[in-house]
């Protein structure tokens, strides 16, 4: 006997869902795909060094 | 061995001439500017401009050169079986928003040309969707149940959804392999308006079954269906030109092919083993995911030492293509984002010489709009940066001397540079007429007007996309992420109205160009009318061309004769189009259908 109050019976977009997850299943056939590398390790190049040269700090004299 | 150091060979040899022609003509372009420029005394700008026209006749050439090289090659014979097929493949349909109808029709006559050809059962479909729009999701379920009801195709056709599109399309295709790879040796990679007759597909498999070096094997496909004026106009030129252009780029990549993210076969053990895509450090549009994953994915699985290929002969394989100007230079803007962006790549680690060679051809196919547009705006600002005359350059010498006019250089120069547009276009239809293939285009004359129809209004078009291409590298430069935006497809006809707020900006642009002209050089304007006009008119050439065609010019073999899995997506999106209501509200039980 069919129960009216259960109202998840009628709602057909969440039966298809349903369906279509057990009709439409990709097989479980698991393959590895590792990351490749594509870009250098940063490294400190020597005009970025020239770049960033500061004067040599000094030590305060006096006082 | 002997065929293979031959081919080799034959792509040296290819690669030489062909960047020592693209070299020398970008020389003699950039002497002949000097020489001109130099006539009323050298400058930085003339040098500039010289430095520009280098770049810009190098890009032209190279293209003209590929054209030549495909005209005077043949492809090299390829080991194929004829026999029956073994190899278990998946044919994958990535879908993001797209209408559910037409693209499950395509799956749906794939389907049928399969089973055709008597290894229907050897092929799994599997939908992808990385759909956001939860009500074209809806849809797309609907429509597999109808497609598997109609099909019978349960158990050899999958749909599934991802709750993330991490990674658009290549990290989709990488979730499938992560998922169900080792099912499948082989996998053909469509799009969502890819279709691909059944007995293309089975010889895409007996090539890969035929060369146990080849990771991945690329097609040709051909735009169809096309109905707008723009759109039948770039089906035509696909369908006339990219054959010969192809072969030629088949033969100067040799073993380091391309892959165009579709219409293609992959050897998924070899593309799991190579092509993982990181992510790039940093913000898009230069770093995050990589948008143009097919280039990488090729250069990745070229650096891991498989072969990949582009096989010209291949027939039978199509896409469809934008209807019209702006959704056009909708797409360019993902392109033009997503080759910059290889910036990054040109010294990734590894790499074959020639896969950095075409990620920085992929730069300049975008850089050099920008070039020229340079080119132009230097040209009408030289004659403030220009010395006055000097007629009495002698001194004591009474008489005044008279600079000789440099204009025939120029003019050389012009016409070399329409000639390296030209000149490749009109050898093809040549060779078309003598091989016999121009009757397919409706026979020689036809074949000819249609060509010359075409160099008209991809010159008329070329300012416009100068103009929205510029617009897009210097958007991608301040560092505007494009996103990824959903594909518009079927009839796209656009207002006048619609035009103009798509391109007003372009009218600006002109009627400020042909005003700067006029005051600062206005020996300039004729010269500058062929791309200033049309960015004046650009809203009326964007509507005019949107409009659906009836033209018998720019007829092509698959529009006068479409073949079967054409004929056969036709009658099912007829079919499927004239029912509202694809599922009976009865579930469970078995998916009954409005068949």
């Known amino acids: ?26 097989p479980k056939a698991p393959l590895a795909m590792p990351l490749q590398r594509l870009e250098m390790p940063r490294r400190v190049g020597l005009l970025t060094m020239l770049m960033h040269l500061r004067p040599a700090r000094t030590s305060r004299a006096g006082h | ?59 032209l050439a190279w293209g003209a050169a590929q054209a030549i090289a495909g005209l005077t090659t043949r492809p090299p014979a390829r080991p194929r079986t004829t026999g029956p097929i073994t190899t278990r493949t998946a044919i994958l349909v990535p879908v993001y928003n797209e209408d559910p109808v037409a693209t499950f029709a395509r799956i749906a006559a794939m389907e049928a040309s399969l089973r055709r050809t008597g290894f229907g059962d050897l092929f799994h479909f599997a939908i992808l969707s990385d759909t956001r729009d939860d009500r074209i999701a809806a849809k797309e379920r609907h429509w597999f149940l109808r497609l598997l009801a109609e099909t019978g195709a349960e158990g050899r056709m999958f749909y599934r959804r991802r709750q993330n599109n991490k990674g658009r399309k290549a990290g989709n295709i990488e979730d499938f392999i992560k998922t169900s790879g080792a099912a499948y040796p082989f996998a053909i990679i469509l799009d969502a308006d890819s279709l691909m007759e059944g007995e293309t597909m089975v010889e895409l498999v007996r090539r890969m079954e035929s060369a146990p070096d080849l990771g991945l094997l690329q097609t040709l496909p051909v735009i169809i269906h096309a109905k707008s004026r723009f759109g039948r106009v770039m089906q035509f030129a696909g369908a006339f030109y990219s054959p010969i252009f192809a072969r030629g780029l088949a033969m100067m ?44 994915e090729a250069a990745l699985l070229a650096r891991a030492g498989w072969t990949v290929r582009v096989d010209d002969d291949i027939q039978g394989s199509y896409e469809e293509g934008p209807e019209n100007i702006v959704d056009h230079a909708k797409r360019d803007r993902r392109w033009c984002q997503g080759n910059l962006q290889h910036s990054r790549l040109l010294l990734a680690p590894g790499l074959r010489m020639w896969s950095r060679f075409v990620f920085l051809q992929g730069i300049l196919a975008y850089i050099a709009p920008v070039f020229w547009l340079a080119f132009l705006g230097a040209s009408i600002l030289a004659p403030l940066f220009a010395a006055p005359i000097d007629y009495f350059p002698i001194k004591d010498w009474p008489f005044p001397v008279l600079p000789v006019s440099q204009a025939s250089k120029a003019l050389g120069l012009a016409v070399g540079v329409v000639g390296l547009l030209f000149v490749p276009k ?57 996103g990824w935006p959903a594909q518009t497809r079927g009839d796209g006809s656009l207002t006048l109205a619609q035009a103009w707020s798509a391109s007003h900006w372009m009218v600006t642009n002109g009627v400020i160009g042909l005003g700067l002209a006029n005051w600062f050089a206005p020996a300039l304007v004729p010269w500058l009318l062929p791309v200033a006009l049309p960015l004046v008119l650009a809203p009326v050439i964007i509507s005019w061309s949107s409009r659906q065609s009836q033209s018998r010019l720019f007829l092509t073999p698959t529009e006068r004769q479409p073949s079967a899995v054409i004929n056969l997506q036709h009658l099912i999106l007829t079919r499927w189009q004239g029912k509202e209501t694809p599922v009976e509200p009865d579930l469970p039980g078995p998916a009954v259908m409005n068949a």
């Open chain 2, 1 to 59: 061995m002997a065929a293979q150091g031959q081919d080799e060979g034959a792509v040296a040899l290819t690669r030489t001439l062909s960047l020592t022609a693209a070299v020398a003509a970008a020389c003699g372009g950039f002497l002949l500017f000097l020489q001109y420029g130099a006539s009323d005394g050298l400058d930085i700008i003339d040098v500039l401009r010289s430095a520009l026209i280098f770049a810009s006749t190098f890009w």
């Open chain 2, 426 to 482: 009109l050898l093809i239809v040549l060779d078309a007429a003598r091989s016999g293939r121009a009757a397919g285009f409706a026979g020689k004359a036809r074949a000819l007007q249609s060509t010359l129809v075409e160099l008209v209004f991809s010159s008329i078009t070329a300012p416009i996309f100068l103009m929205y291409q510029t617009r897009s590298v210097l958007q991608v430069l301040r560092g505007a992420d494009g």
């Open chain 1, 1 to 26: 006997m069919t129960d009216l109050s259960d109202q998840a019976q009628f709602d057909i977009e969440t039966r298809i869902a349903e369906r279509v997850e057990m009709l439409g299943a990709l």
């Open chain 2, 253 to 296: 990549q040799g073993k380091t092919g391309p892959f165009w993210g579709h219409n293609a076969i992959v050897r998924v053990r070899a593309f799991a083993e190579s092509c993982g895509m990181p992510a790039l450090s940093g913000k898009p549009p230069f770093g995050g995911h990589i948008l143009s994953h097919d280039y990488v």
